[in-house]
Antibody, heavy 119, light 105 residues
Framework: EVQLVESGGGLVQPGRSLKLSCAASGFTFSDYYMAWVRQAPTKGLEWVASISYDGGSTYYRDSVKGRFTISRDNAKSSLYLQMDSLRSEDTATYYC????????????WGQGVMVTVSS | DTVLTQSPALAVSPGERVTISCRASESVSTGMHWYQQKPGQQPKLLIYGASNLESGVPARFSGSGSGTDFTLTIDPVEADDTATYFCQQSWNDPTFGSGTKLEIK
């Protein structure tokens, strides 16, 4: 059974940093592209970033370029999202997902982790 | 960004047929996908590539369309289908519709 378990969320002040982690199991992690998708409270879904099988290619939505960094460790079956210079508009539940390719659909989703950016 | 427009809410009775629409601001070919999100849960993929049923999803769910107009159909609707349904396009940088909240009367 595919499992994606996010961690690392919490309350952080604007301008500070936070790093999210996602532990994957139940599938061959290195065979999948991975992505982060977020959902602001009572709002819709928003793609954040994607990464290729080996981490060699990464893609970001414009509003997080230069502030967020997606990465992976295939040996640990783990996905990461380093979030710097956080803004109030980054407040959301962040979901770790598998994806069929850069910019493709999102097959499996974790339960999500909440990030609140507030002073 | 490609904007996806969905109607905000629908209410139907169990056993009925319901269609949920999604219109794209530009053609996305068949790069349209559908998700179900129940309250307090993560989204779940239902349909990919406009009309392909994800493994394990009941055959009551189906998708159709190409270009700019797409439809998710549930036939027949069951009480457990109460959820918000999102469309997502993958022709450009991924974007999602704002969701259609389905109520089962």
């Amino acid at each position: 059974e595919v499992q994606l378990v996010e961690s690392g969320g919490g309350l952080v002040q604007p301008g500070r940093s936070l790093k999210l982690s996602c532990a994957a199991s139940g599938f061959t992690f290195s065979d999948y592209y991975m992505a982060w998708v977020r959902q602001a409270p009572t709002k819709g879904l928003e793609w954040v970033a994607s990464i290729s099988y080996d981490g060699g290619s990464t893609y970001y939505r414009d509003s997080v370029k230069g502030r967020f960094t997606i990465s992976r460790d295939n040996a640990k079956s783990s996905l990461y999202l380093q979030m710097d210079s956080l803004r109030s508009e980054d407040t959301a539940t962040y979901y770790c997902t598998t994806t069929e390719g850069i910019g493709d659909y999102f097959d499996y989703w974790g339960q999500g982790v909440m990030v609140t950016v507030s002073s | 960004d490609t904007v996806l427009t969905q109607s905000p809410a629908l209410a139907v009775s169990p056993g009925e047929r319901v269609t949920i629409s999604c219109r794209a601001s530009e053609s996305v070919s068949t790069g349209m996908h559908w998700y179900q999100q129940k309250p307090g849960q993560q989204p779940k993929l239902l349909i990919y590539g406009a009309s392909n049923l994800e493994s394990g999803v009941p055959a009551r769910f189906s998708g159709s369309g190409s270009g700019t107009d797409f439809t998710l159909t549930i036939d027949p609707v069951e009480a457990d289908d109460t959820a918000t349904y999102f469309c997502q396009q993958s022709w450009n940088d991924p974007t999602f519709g704002s969701g259609t909240k389905l109520e089962i009367k």
